[in-house]
């Protein structure tokens, strides 16, 4: 059984290549799977192994980088999800394309409010995922966008979104990250108030007993076992 990690740390690095060497000498060898994203603007990745070892990666990357254990999604696979273990060097750690600061986002939601939110008809939930992702499953009353990549959000926004008319706004991506950029991006624009699932998806199917959930189908993932629903989590 594997343990799978996703997390991600918006934090300035000042030498990213080193971090990477660091991370390669410490795990080469090991039964570390999985790729994690370095960038001047910190770390982005899904790691897969034993118990231990994942521990072992966390805690390093909560030394180095502030990453925080609580707001890493866990959960299991029986088989290896992923083939190697990579950790790439990129000018972001989730592509966006338009200057904004991660650091000014919305206004988080942890996973036991968010049915409460977005069953409040006055809030538009927008799903900021690629359409081959909301195909399989979204939130229960979701707005989707036709997005190919996550970079097209800026302009699916300026196209169709007003601050004047969507005054209160609640999005989600699959583990957070993507809407730390798109909730500030937004805010940005003059949205007055923007939420924004804490944990993304991912926390949700952890924490959210399938019972009580509004999630419908399936959540696309990307490593081998390319989806994941509420018996896939340890929690």
């Not at 196209?159 to 008319?165: M, R, S, V």
């Not at 950029?181 to 949700?204: D, N, R, W």
Request: hydrophobic fraction near 40%.
């Amino acid at each position: 059984m594997y343990t799978v990690a996703a997390y991600y740390r918006f934090v300035t690095l000042a030498d990213p290549s080193a971090l990477r060497e660091e991370l390669r000498t410490m795990f080469a060898g090991t039964d570390l799977l999985g790729t994690t994203l370095i960038a001047p603007e910190g770390v982005n990745g899904t790691m897969a192994g034993d118990a231990a070892t994942i521990d072992r990666l966390l805690d390093f990357l909560g030394e180095r980088t502030g990453l925080d254990r609580g707001e890493v999604k866990f959960s299991v696979a029986e088989v290896a999800p992923f083939r190697r273990l990579k950790f790439k060097l990129k000018r972001e750690i989730i592509t966006f394309r338009n200057p904004v600061d991660p650091t000014n986002a919305g206004q988080y939601v942890e996973a036991k409010d968010w049915n409460e939110l977005i069953a409040d008809p006055g809030v538009l939930v927008l799903d900021t995922r690629n359409t081959y992702e909301s195909e399989i499953g979204t939130f229960a009353g979701a707005v989707t966008p036709a997005l190919a990549t996550f970079s097209d959000f800026a302009a699916y926004v300026r196209a169709n979104l007003d601050p004047e008319k969507h005054t209160r706004v609640a999005m989600f991506c699959t583990g957070g990250i993507r809407c730390e950029k798109a909730s500030a991006y937004m805010l940005e624009q003059g949205f007055p108030e923007v939420y924004h699932l804490k944990g993304g998806i991912l926390k949700y199917l952890e924490e959210v007993e399938a019972g009580k959930s509004q999630w419908q189908g399936e959540c696309y993932i990307f490593d081998e076992r390319v989806s994941v629903d509420h018996e896939d989590f340890a929690g």
